[in-house]
């Protein structure tokens, strides 16, 4: 894959990551703030402060996920975003990240 191809899907999997918080914020499923600045975005829950950052890193061609959970790093199989270490998906951790964190 090449640079522009990597970067175009990362910019539409951040986006993708970030319609998800909103709309959930909107539904009242999670109190959250998204902010974005070029390649990272970053999702605060409101209530107590933690967040879940989502980058890309280009010259690996990954997106990076830091969380309470931990941090991941997810490759693009042509399909999905799937972690490098256990094949889960980039969105599933969001939700499941985000459904612990809220709680907290």
């Not at 309470?68 to 693009?76: D, L």
Request: hydrophobic share 40%.
């Amino acid at each position: 894959m090449t640079e522009s191809e990597f970067l175009s899907l990362a910019d539409t999997c951040l986006q993708q990551a970030q319609d998800m918080f909103e709309q959930a914020f909107e539904s009242d499923v999670w109190d959250v703030d998204c902010k974005r600045s070029g390649n990272v975005l970053e999702i605060e829950f409101v209530e107590n402060g933690s967040k879940i950052i989502v980058n890309s890193q280009a010259p690996m061609q990954e997106m990076w996920v830091a969380a309470r959970a931990g941090g991941f790093h997810y490759k693009y199989n042509g399909e999905h975003w799937l972690n490098t270490r256990d094949n889960s998906e980039l969105f599933a951790t969001l939700r499941s990240s985000a459904e612990a964190q809220n709680g907290l």
